[in-house]
C-alpha cells in the first residue's frame, strides 16, 4: 500500500501575521525510493523564528520558500526503508526534514540528514545540539567573546536561544541579567536556568543602571527595538553587541526592524555591534557540541521544550514565537498513525 504523505505547503506570502491561508495541508502519495535513498518518518519538527523570514519574497541569509513548496524546517525522524546503506532501517536522523509526515533523505552534511549519535535523545537535535544551542553558544564564545567579568545582557532570555546563551554565559564567569516577558518566564529563567531575569514590561533602563552601573559590556540581542534602545543607553566603554535576531519586527514583509535612535551610543562608547548566523561558524561546531555536551552531562545546562502536537498546527507554533506563548524551545510532535511502520 502507497503511503500517502501530509505536507504543510505555503499558499500565500504574509503581509503581517501568519494567517489561515498562508499554508495549505495537502496530501500526496510517497514516491518509490531510488538508490542511495532513504524515507524518514518525521516525529518531531523544531520551531524558529527565523522560519517567519523564509515566508517573504525578500532573501535573507538564504532563498525563501517557494509558493507552492514544502515549508522548510530542520526535523528528527527514524528510518523506514532504505536504499542506502550509510542510513539503515531504525537509525534515526536529523536535519532539513520540512514540514510533512515523510521525507526522502538523498544526502548528508550540513544541508542533509545525518544520524542521531549514540545515546542521545533524538528531539535534542532540535535543542540544545541543534540550531538554539550552537546559535547561543557562538554567539557567546566567539562573537562577543565573553569572559569572567563581564556583565551580559540577553534579551529574549526565556526563548530556546536565548536561555541557553545566558547560561553559556554564566558557565563562562559572567554576570548575567536576561529579559522576558511574563512572570512565568521570570521565575522560569531566574529559578532553572539560574540567571537574574526582569520583565521587559518594567523600566528596563534603570533595572539595566543598577544591575551595571558602569554600563553592560556585552549584549546577546534577540528583540530589537525598544530593548535594543535600553541596553545601548547602558553600554560600558568598548561593550560588545551581537544581533541574533529581531523578533520584535515580527520578521514580517515589512521589514525587521527599524535602526536604534539612539545608535550613536555605539560611537560615544567606542562599542561594536555585529550581527552572526551560526552557520559562519562551521569550523567549531565540533568544539562546541563538545562542550555543551559535557555541560548537560554534568547538570550545569537544561533546557525546556514547549511541544504542540499536530502537523496541521505547525503555523500556529510558527505565529506563536511572535506572540510571546512559547517557553524555552518550541517544537511540533507529529500526530500521525505508525502502526504500518514497525
Known amino acids: 500500500m502507497t503511503r500517502q504523505n501530509r505536507r504543510v505547503v505555503l499558499r500565500n506570502r504574509p503581509a503581517h501575521r501568519i494567517e489561515a491561508d498562508t499554508f495549505e495541508l495537502e496530501t500526496a502519495p510517497v514516491p518509490p525510493l531510488r538508490d542511495g535513498e532513504a524515507l524518514v518518518g518525521v516525529r518531531w519538527l523544531g520551531i524558529d523564528a527565523t522560519q517567519r523570514t523564509w515566508l517573504n519574497a525578500e532573501a535573507t541569509y538564504t532563498d525563501p520558500v517557494a509558493v507552492g513548496d514544502v515549508m522548510r524546517g530542520s526535523g528528527v525522524g527514524e528510518v523506514l526503508e532504505s536504499r542506502n546503506p550509510a542510513l539503515p532501517r531504525g537509525q534515526w536522523v536529523y536535519g532539513t526534514l520540512g514540514w510533512q509526515d515523510y521525507a526522502i533523505a538523498c544526502g548528508e552534511g550540513l544541508f542533509g540528514v545525518n544520524p542521531v549519535p549514540p545515546g542521545l535523545d533524538p528531539k535534542h537535535m532540535l535543542s540544545v545540539y541543534g540550531t538554539s544551542g550552537l546559535t547561543a553558544y557562538v554567539g557567546i564564545t566567539h562573537v562577543l567573546n565573553v569572559s569572567p567579568g563581564d556583565t551580559v545582557l540577553v534579551t529574549g532570555a526565556a526563548g530556546g536561544v536565548g ?6 554565559a554564566r558557565l563562562r564567569g559572567a554576570r548575567v541579567l536576561g529579559t522576558a516577558g511574563t512572570p512565568e518566564k521570570v521565575r522560569w529563567v531566574t529559578d532553572v536556568a539560574g540567571f537574574e531575569c526582569l520583565d521587559y514590561h518594567d523600566d528596563v533602563r534603570a533595572a539595566l543602571r543598577r544591575f551595571a ?3 553592560v559590556s556585552a549584549v546577546f540581542d534577540n528583540v530589537g527595538g525598544p530593548l535594543l534602545e535600553a541596553a545601548l543607553d547602558n553600554l560600558a566603554i568598548g561593550a560588545r553587541i551581537a544581533l541574533c535576531g529581531s523578533i520584535s519586527s515580527g520578521y514580517t514583509a ?3 526592524g527599524n535602526a536604534p535612535a539612539n545608535y550613536m551610543r555605539l560611537a560615544f562608547r567606542r562599542a561594536r555591534m555585529e550581527g552572526f548566523i551560526f552557520l559562519d561558524f562551521l569550523a567549531e561546531f565540533p568544539a562546541a557540541l563538545g562542550e555543551l555536551a559535557g555541560w548537560v552531562a554534568d ?4 533546557w525546556r521544550e514547549d511541544v504542540t502536537t499536530g502537523l496541521a498546527n505547525a503555523p500556529a507554533a510558527l505565529q506563536g514565537l511572535f506572540d510571546g ?7 511540533v510532535a507529529l500526530d500521525r498513525a505508525t502502526d504500518d511502520e514497525r
Open 254 to 256: 515589512q521589514g525587521y
Open 325 to 331: 506563548t512559547n517557553l524555552g524551545k518550541r517544537l
Open 299 to 302: 547538570g550545569k545546562l537544561v
Open 163 to 168: 536561555s541557553l546563551a545566558g547560561q553559556i
Open 213 to 215: 552601573p558602569d554600563g
